[in-house]
């Protein structure tokens, strides 16, 4: 099973709200991510956890908050997020081989 | 520094003939592994196949097969016997180590993408 999953699938929310998005995966991965995609680029990595630790911070703007609860569930809360914040966010697991598996996508759009 | 190089930024191929499309990298690293991912217009990042740096023979994944050339350092992926539903953004990705706080971890750096559309 190469399955992970992302609530919501869209949120659209305004730039004084706060709001969660969630990843979830059943693989045994030790290591999951955090990336944002604008359309027509390719996917820009956010944050790293390894054994639910946070490994890398790519230098994300603070209104960016990752969590990752156990090692099946990693979260990421969103505070005064600006308009131009409003891309495809993706969450992917990575086992020992490296190869990383992406969930679904959570389209958001920040007014 | 690692780099992946997508040249051809839209490919036009006519279902049920094959379709290559093209990939270079650039790396230092004596260990490294080279991957290919599906994006349809739905956003999922679907992976394809793997190929690493030590592999003698080249990978195949069903229709999917990856022609490694490791003198020119190249990775392209081969299509066989296109469907109406390849047409989606297709990425070539390939594994570094990043390093940050909490230490080093394998991340993906990608290459700008090619979309391919597949004509009835």
């Known amino acids: 099973d190469t399955e992970v999953t992302q609530t919501p699938k869209h949120l659209v929310m305004g730039m004084t709200n706060k709001k969660s998005l969630k990843c979830e995966q059943h693989m045994g991965h030790r290591a999951m991510y955090w990336y944002k995609q604008k359309a027509k680029k390719p996917p820009e990595l956010m944050f790293v956890y390894s054994y639910e630790k946070l490994s890398i911070n790519e230098s994300v703007p603070s209104r960016f908050s990752p969590e990752c609860p156990n090692s099946s569930l990693l979260n990421l809360h969103l505070h005064a997020l600006q308009p131009e914040d409003s891309a495809l966010y993706l969450c992917?697991?990575?086992?020992?081989?490296?190869?990383?598996?992406f969930g679904p996508g959570t389209r958001l759009t920040v007014l | 520094a690692q780099k992946i190089t997508q040249t051809q930024p839209g490919m036009f191929v006519q279902e049920k003939e094959a379709v290559t499309l093209d990939c270079t990298y650039d790396t230092s690293d004596p260990s490294y592994g080279l991957f290919w991912y599906k994006q349809p217009s739905s956003g999922e990042m679907i992976f394809l196949i793997y190929q690493g740096s030590y592999d003698q023979q080249n990978a195949t994944e069903g229709r999917y097969s990856l022609n490694f050339q490791k003198a020119r350092k190249s990775a392209n992926l081969v299509i066989s016997a296109s469907q109406l539903g390849d047409s989606a953004m297709y990425f070539c990705a390939m594994r570094v180590i990043g390093w940050g706080s909490g230490g080093s971890n394998y991340k993906l750096t990608f290459g700008k993408g090619t979309l391919l559309t597949v004509n009835p």
């Open positions: 992917a697991s990575g086992g020992s081989t490296d190869t990383q598996y």
